[in-house]
């Protein structure tokens, strides 16, 4: 039997309705509702162009989250920095 959504793969099970990943995206709309479709509609829904400015603009802001989580890592992990670089020499 095919599945009843895509109606392309054959059954998970032999009782049930639908293939694996139709299953996982029933589980998704049980769980987020009206949210599983607003997500579909705005990143499916775009032309290449736009789909290809979505995911630079995200990549941009990753990287961008990453190096502050660099930075402030290193800052907590150099308490010494203020002064000197030994923590035995005096000052």
């Known amino acids: ?32 509702d009206e949210r599983v479709y607003e997500v579909l509609d705005s990143v499916l829904s775009r ?17 961008e989250n990453k190096e502050h989580h660099l930075r402030s890592t290193k800052q907590s992990k150099n308490p010494m920095d203020k002064g000197s670089k030994n923590p035995t020499d005096k000052k």
């Not at 059954?11 to 049980?30: G, L």
């Not at 032309?47 to 990287?63: A, P, R």
Request: aromatic share 12%; net charge positive; proline share 2%.
């Open 1 to 32: 039997m095919r599945c009843l959504l895509c109606e392309k793969k054959p059954n998970e099970y032999w009782f049930s309705n639908w293939c694996k990943d139709c299953r996982r995206i029933k589980h998704y709309i049980s769980l987020y």
């Open 47 to 63: 032309s290449s162009d736009k789909q290809d400015n979505k995911i630079k603009v995200e990549i941009k802001t990753e990287i």
